[in-house]
């Protein structure tokens, strides 16, 4: 076969595949292209590599291709609807929530048993306008990856334009402290020396910055020990 022969076959099979995959993603429904648990990205993944192979080599059987795609697509939304009618299966194949933030703290363990690192959770809070760990009440990462937050009460109503009042960043918290070690950068920043951190720990009763896993400080040099070594995972949250 020439290479042109190849070419125009590759063509061929792109506008005759992509139709199918589309209709099995229609078939397979929103939850395949929204949120996106665990089991329906490998399906995801699945279904691009045989589709991948499929274009890319001539040599690999076009039938075979889209029986494997239309299988795929069946098998998921057998899936799907098994998770709908067995709960218990559902929690077999996907991810449950957990509860990383409680009353202004971090649950440490909760964090490592997800493998989340604190500037992740940080940037996670900050995408929900939170930017004070202190201000939260319960912050809980669902099984899609993403985060769920509730703020105090005192924080969420009423507002500062409610109020008419000039805002303020005095709620604006930087970590200080992260897993042990000092953020020299952040200290620069809020003009506060070593020194006068040490000082702050100790009226806190913290002795050893080592056993601090996150301490953070707003504009108006404020400490906040944001962590709790205790494991507070809520069964009542699930998915």
Not at 36 to 41: C, L, N, R, S, Y
Not at 63 to 92: E, N, P, S
Request: contains cysteine.
């Amino acid at each position: 076969m020439t290479l042109l022969a190849e070419l125009a076959l590759i063509f061929g099979r792109i506008v005759t595949i992509l139709p199918l995959l589309l209709a099995t993603t229609l078939l397979m429904g929103k939850r395949s292209i929204g949120e996106v648990p665990i089991f329906d990205f490998l399906i995801i993944i699945t279904l691009a590599s045989v589709t991948g192979a499929d274009i890319a080599d001539p040599s690999v059987s076009h039938i075979h291709t889209a029986f494997a795609i239309v299988a795929i697509g069946l098998l998921q939304k057998a899936v799907a609807r098994l998770v709908i009618k067995k709960r218990t299966f559902g929690k077999w194949i996907t991810f449950e929530p957990t509860v990383v933030v409680k009353d202004g703290k971090l649950i440490i363990e909760n964090i490592k048993s997800i493998s989340y690192s604190i500037d992740y959770i940080l940037q996670m809070l900050r995408e929900k306008n939170i930017f004070a760990i202190e201000d939260v009440e319960i912050a809980i990462v669902e099984g899609n990856g993403r985060l769920s937050v509730k703020p105090r009460v005192e924080q969420a109503l009423p507002t500062v334009a409610d109020l008419g009042l000039q805002p303020t960043n005095e709620r604006i918290s930087y970590p200080v402290i992260m897993e042990g070690r000092i953020q020299k950068e952040v200290l620069e920043d809020l003009r506060i020396t070593v020194e006068e951190l040490r000082q702050k720990l100790q009226q806190k009763g913290v002795l050893r910055l080592e056993s601090v896993f996150l301490c953070t400080m707003n504009q108006a040099k404020e400490l906040h020990l944001a962590y709790t070594e205790r494991d507070e995972r809520i069964e009542r949250i699930q998915h």
